[in-house]
């Protein structure tokens, strides 16, 4: 049971490195990562009914010295839950954006580009289960290379331009988080994150190196900030979820800004403690900055006419929901946030595989005043927008609402600034993504013209699946929340 | 098609069967013997043939440079607003850059000024996790380097991150600049440019031809000695990879692909990660679940000592030596 997570890790990188020596098979490439990926999910989802039962985390000593010495795992409910959440996403959304691989990407290049995706898993599974500041900083990288090169592969030249945007800005953050990993070094001489945390405390209740150790708090929280798509350092994020292909936009959006914001996390409640942060003020600036995303997101995503961007945009504002819940620094509105993320993660992959869909049956138009119509001629990714725009604006029955109701209620006891931009925000939401509902369901003279798409299994599968997903978070949301109080208490 | 002579049909059903397939191979090569002109007269139809050609990898470039040629104009264009408007918002943003590096610089440059001083004894670093590294670590680990032993045997899982991230860059790299597979382009490069032939300078070549096979057993020197000396397999492949990027830099690409190129670059790497796998993953399940490994640590300063340290060390090399020649080698193919 306790080798689970350090297989995991392993499987995958294995299968990363069989998939390069493939060569031309990339039906095997497809096969084998579907496999990886639905292994890792149900060992993942073994762990949680033990963790439900047990409480408590494991920490695994990886080799054969302890922890300050060697490396560690840590992993507890929330940590499984979560590789269990990421691994499904991925597998539903290389599911169905399979057919806009095949078109996008050049066909001796699949492995290469199923390899990348396994690197991308191995990296999210170790950022979870890390318990080391440092090894969560080499997978940061792998992390970042591999998201970069998910959206370069169309190669197209607007896609290499948001590559050489994401890289530089991701490259820069990856810079900063070393900067402060190496000031954190030198004030406390440890890596470990239990260690870490004992030895902050102490130093800022004596009141020595106060001043690094906040500069090196604010480093990792902007760092990670650009990473994750915080509010100002959103500016990579349109430009690369827009131009990737499908399955890596899913992929970009549902799952790798979500690793880092778990690792920021960590680091705030783990390595700083979450009332240390508060006292330096960097708690209420990453509250702040997530209300501002919630509405300025929403503001850049009424303006644009690129349906793939004005998704892209409407993460911006999502990921200010999940960045204000942090910011609240109780477990209550971490919880929410976490739920939040939950939803966005399984929601926004389905709006951008729909959107796929969508611009496939309007001659690969991605401007939204060319899709009339083009929900009746693909009636899954109609449908499959239908639903993850009602999630999206907060319809009842939905996850989206589930969630906002859970954000609210936390929110309720801290005062009213949270509670007004989330009705703000929810209103700005229908304003954008209204219009496309109709536009794309209304009867379009020219229907005729257009080839009639014929309804992919693989594509119609996974759409169901992230739609009744969706459902269930909504109505059975109730009873994630209950795990995820649990989780973040041990955390 | 009822006037081709037998040979035409042929020719025409193997044209169709590859439409058909819709394969990206380059077509079968249809070869046309010379015909004498036969009293049917109907022997020159099927020359009407068009043979379907893929993008050729001038026409690619082309394409890449105009997208080149598009964002240096637009960026020129930015950059000439900014000087001759002083109210562009390009100059302010420009203004308000610098001004706020200028600030990073002041704060982080405040913040080294407060640590404490490096290397000194009583700095907090010097703490218990150093001072067992230092004193047990040729006990525990058999390595008289103690830095190999951080690294492959305390923290080896950092390092074999650490390894996948080289390995990460080269398949993002292969991808963005392997066009084809390599016995498809050999005409491809020769009609950019024709092969890298190497320099023709003769005391560059003497030199090289001299020092090359030194650098490469230094190399190995360095790898194979990791745990007994300063170096490993992350320098010492550095090393090997530097003399063969120097010997495909001399003496041209014919012959330096007699010892290796990208392809059996991703196998080697492919190779020595495996290998890295299996054995840091049998010493990570042993550990972590309470089980001696019977790994037999050696004696101390001789060459076959410090467990795995030895054969991880070549497993790192290798990897290394081939990410730095794999980057090399796809980077000047196409520029050259």
Request: charged content about 15%; aromatic content about 10%; some cysteine.
């Amino acid at each position: 049971m306790n080798n689970i997570p350090f297989i995991s890790i392993i499987i995958s990188m294995i299968a990363s490195i069989a998939m390069l020596l493939l060569g031309k098979k990339s039906k095997t490439a497809l096969t084998l990562a579907k496999g990886v990926l639905l292994v890792v999910a149900l060992l993942s989802l073994l762990l949680i009914p033990y963790f439900i039962s047990t409480g408590g985390s494991i920490t695994y000593m990886l080799g054969h010295y302890p922890a300050p010495w060697g490396n560690e795992l840590r992993f507890g409910l929330l940590e499984s839950l979560l590789a269990f959440v990421f691994c499904t996403v991925l597998l539903l959304a290389i599911i169905g954006g399979k057919n806009d691989i095949i078109e996008d990407v050049q066909s001796r290049k699949h492995n290469q580009y199923f390899a990348l995706l396994m690197l991308l898993l191995l990296s999210l599974l170790a950022l979870i289960y890390t318990n080391d500041i440092f090894t969560a900083y080499v997978f940061i990288e792998i992390n970042t290379l591999a998201s970069c090169g998910i959206v370069m592969v169309k190669e197209s030249g607007e896609t290499l331009r948001a590559t050489i945007k994401y890289l530089f800005m991701s490259l820069m953050a990856s810079g900063l988080f070393l900067i402060s990993i190496a000031l954190l070094y030198s004030v406390t001489g440890q890596l470990l994150i239990p260690s870490l945390f004992a030895s902050i405390t102490n130093l800022l209740a004596s009141g020595t190196y106060r001043w690094p150790i906040v500069v090196a708090c604010t480093l990792m929280t902007i760092s990670l900030g650009v990473k994750s798509a915080m509010f100002p350092f959103h500016t990579w994020l349109p430009d690369a979820h827009g131009t990737a292909t499908t399955s890596s936009s899913s992929i970009l959006s549902g799952v790798v800004v979500k690793g880092y914001i778990i690792l920021l996390i960590k680091i705030y409640y783990r390595v700083f403690g979450i009332e240390n942060i508060r006292q330096m003020g960097v708690l209420q600036a990453v509250f702040w900055l997530g209300i501002a995303g919630m509405i300025f997101g929403s503001i850049f995503a009424i303006r644009e006419k690129n349906l793939k961007r004005m998704v892209a945009y409407s993460s911006v504002a999502q990921i200010g929901y999940i960045y204000a819940g942090i910011g609240l620094g109780t477990y209550a509105g971490l919880a929410a946030a976490l739920f939040h993320m939950i939803v966005h993660a399984y929601t926004k992959p389905l709006l951008f595989t729909s959107a796929g869909g969508l611009i496939a049956a309007s001659k690969h138009s991605k401007l939204i005043a060319n899709m009339t119509g083009a929900g009746r001629r693909n009636l899954p990714a109609g449908i499959g927008f239908l639903i993850g725009t009602l999630s999206m604006v907060g319809v009842p029955l939905f996850g989206g609402f589930a969630s906002k109701v859970y954000l609210a209620t936390s929110a309720s006891e801290t005062g009213y600034a949270f509670l007004i931009a989330l009705a703000l925000s929810s209103f700005l939401n229908a304003i954008y993504y209204l219009p496309v509902l109709f536009r794309i369901f209304a009867r379009s003279d020219a229907d005729e013209e257009y080839e009639k798409e014929e309804a992919d299994f693989g594509y119609v599968m996974s759409i169901s699946c992230f739609s009744i997903i969706n459902i269930l978070l909504g109505v059975g949301g109730i009873y994630i929340m209950h795990l995820l109080n649990q989780g973040v208490q041990i955390l | 098609m009822s006037g081709l002579s037998e040979e035409g049909k042929k020719d025409v059903k193997k044209f169709t069967d590859w439409v058909n397939a819709n394969s990206e191979e380059i077509p079968p090569e249809i070869v046309y013997p010379p015909k004498h002109d036969d009293h049917h007269g109907h022997g020159h139809e099927h020359k009407e043939i068009v043979i379907p050609h893929e993008e050729t990898l001038r026409e690619k470039m082309a394409k890449r440079e105009h997208i080149d040629e598009n964002f240096q104009e637009e960026w020129q264009n930015v950059m000439q607003k900014a000087n001759d408007d002083p109210s562009s918002p390009e100059r302010w943003y420009r203004l308000a850059s610098s001004i706020g590096g200028a600030l990073i610089v002041l704060v982080l440059l405040i913040t080294v000024a407060n640590l404490p001083r490096f290397g000194s004894p009583d700095a907090p670093a010097m703490n218990e996790v150093a001072r067992r590294y230092l004193e047990s670590g040729l006990q525990e680990t058999g390595a008289v380097n103690s830095v190999a032993g951080m690294i492959l045997d305390y923290r080896a899982f950092d390092t074999l991150g650490e390894s996948v991230v080289l390995f990460t860059a080269t398949v993002t790299v292969i991808f963005l600049l392997q066009q084809k597979e390599r016995n498809h382009n050999k005409e491809d490069i020769e009609a950019v440019d024709g092969n890298y032939k190497g320099i023709r300078s003769l005391p560059a070549k003497v030199i090289v031809a001299i020092t090359f096979p030194f650098i490469i057993l230094y190399g190995i020197y360095i790898v194979l000695n990791g745990h007994l000396s300063p170096g490993g397999g992350f320098s010492g492949g550095a090393i090997i990879g530097a003399g063969l990027v120097l010997n495909h830099l001399v003496f041209g690409q014919e012959f330096s692909e007699k010892f290796i190129n990208v392809n059996k670059c991703k196998k080697l790497m492919a190779g020595g990660l495996f290998v890295y796998i299996a054995l840091k993953t049998y010493s990570i399940l042993t550990g972590a679940n309470g089980i001696n490994s019977h790994i037999p640590l050696g004696k101390a300063g001789s060459i076959f000592s410090g467990g795995l340290i030895f054969p991880l060390n070549i497993c790192v090399g290798v990897v290394v030596a081939c990410t730095v020649f794999s980057l090399y080698s796809l980077f000047t193919d196409w520029s050259s």
